[in-house]
């Protein structure tokens, strides 16, 4: 069963998102290699594959760094497990203060787990989305996306990466940018497997 899982710090509107990407879409869950808290699984109608959402490995802030490193830990290892599966990854962010949390956390000994993700998921070949997620919240929206670019090593301006950084506001029902981005990376698949 294909898969696109979704990962994020807590708060930054997951659930949300789930919410809007699969209405009432039917809750499955199952159990899989490398998992040691069940993640949620939720079938999508339109295209036969399901959305995973990663909960409780949402990294959260406030929460001690060994947690935090374990959560990152057990998301490494549900990927790793299950990488074939895997048809695309999405990093969901909060637009509003996605820059200043990388910046916070970013020093000579330490990768901000946001930008780790990323790596990771794109170092597997999982093509990955960053659903920028709050929009609605932003003013200087093209000066945000240029500087969380130059924060994930993408060359600015952001509208080079639009099959990458996709602008939503989950609470508002606009996901648009991300389902198409999504189904970029679909079709690139599709035309390699001919
Ligand atoms: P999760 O912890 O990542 O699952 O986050 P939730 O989905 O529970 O959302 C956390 C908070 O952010 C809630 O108060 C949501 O209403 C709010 N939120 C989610 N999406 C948006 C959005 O697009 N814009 C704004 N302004 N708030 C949002």
Redesign the pocket.
Known sequence: RQEVVLV????????????ELTGHSKFTTGKKPGVTRKPNHYDWAPESFMFT?L?GF?FMSGVEESRSEQIATDIVRYVEANADDILAGVL?V?G?SVVDIIDRHSGPDEIPHDVELFHFLRELEIPTVVAV?????VDDEDERLDDLCDRLGLLPPWRQWQDTIAP?????G?VEPLLSALKTHFHDQKRDDL
């Open positions: 994020g710090r807590s708060n930054v509107g997951k659930s949300t998102l789930m919410r959402d909960p949402g969901v909060d509003k997620n709050k929009m609605d919240k939503i506001s989950a609470k508002r606009n």
